[in-house]
T-cell receptor, first 113, second 114 residues
């Protein structure tokens, strides 16, 4: 069953804590992306990676970090520097850019305690 | 700057009618467009895409129209069903130094009345 998986579905963060969101894909896609979605809003790009061991900042990278050590995995860390982390986080993947459709995972909802 | 917007935040249609969801984009260099459907609490689901060398593309019950002259994109859903109720996003890609970045609009909520 091919696709993109994200875990956990819900995540709670305490003040000053770093948390890591998991994204795995078995589609053999080269490119992976992280988006943030706030209520009633569209998606905003946080980070993206077109190839293993390489990634670029998106439009709202401050307070986030990523790694791309394996083709299948692109974890996102929400650091304590992100002052407003409550949102729905979506991971996507695509064949090597440009102009390839991005397919999304089910999302992780991050809440602050 | 680049922006993608939808004309109406909410569209309400009767079951069985056709639905038309509109989208305006500002970057004339964009050359790839995608429509996504997002149900509550889920990730966006790919519906249909179109490249700038086309002005129409059809899928199963859906049609996307692209008018590059006025930078307008529309999604037509035939015989709308209750399962079509969701938020629909258009997204554009392309332009200077195309890096595969998608720019999303704010979304239109489609409500299907039985």
């Amino acid at each position: 069953d091919g696709g993109i998986t994200q875990s956990p579905k819900y995540l709670f963060r305490k003040e000053g804590q770093n948390v890591t969101l998991s994204c795995e894909q078995n589609l053999n896609h080269d490119a992976m992306y992280w988006y943030r979605q706030d209520p009633g809003q569209g998606l905003r790009l946080i980070y993206y990676s077109q190839i293993v061991n390489d990634f670029q900042k998106g439009d709202i990278a401050e307070g986030y970090s990523v790694s791309r050590e394996k083709k299948e995995s692109f974890p996102l860390t929400v650091t304590s520097a992100q002052k407003n982390p409550t949102a729905f986080y979506l991971c996507a993947s695509s064949k090597r850019t440009p102009q390839e459709t991005q397919y999304f995972g089910p999302g992780t909802r991050l809440l602050v305690l | 700057g680049e922006s993608v917007g939808l004309h109406l935040p909410t569209l309400s249609v009767q079951e069985g009618d056709n639905s038309i969801i509109n989208c305006a984009y500002s970057n004339s260099a964009s050359d790839y467009f995608i429509w996504y459907k997002q149900e509550s609490g889920k990730g966006p689901q790919f519906i249909i895409d179109i490249r700038s060398n086309m002005d129409k593309r059809q899928g199963q019950r859906v049609t996307v129209l692209l008018n590059k002259t006025v930078k307008h994109l529309s999604l037509q859903i035939a015989a709308t069903q209750p399962g079509d109720s969701a938020v629909y996003f258009c997204a554009e890609m392309g332009g200077s130094g195309n890096t595969g970045k998608l720019i999303f609009g704010q979304g239109t909520t489609l409500q299907v009345k039985p």
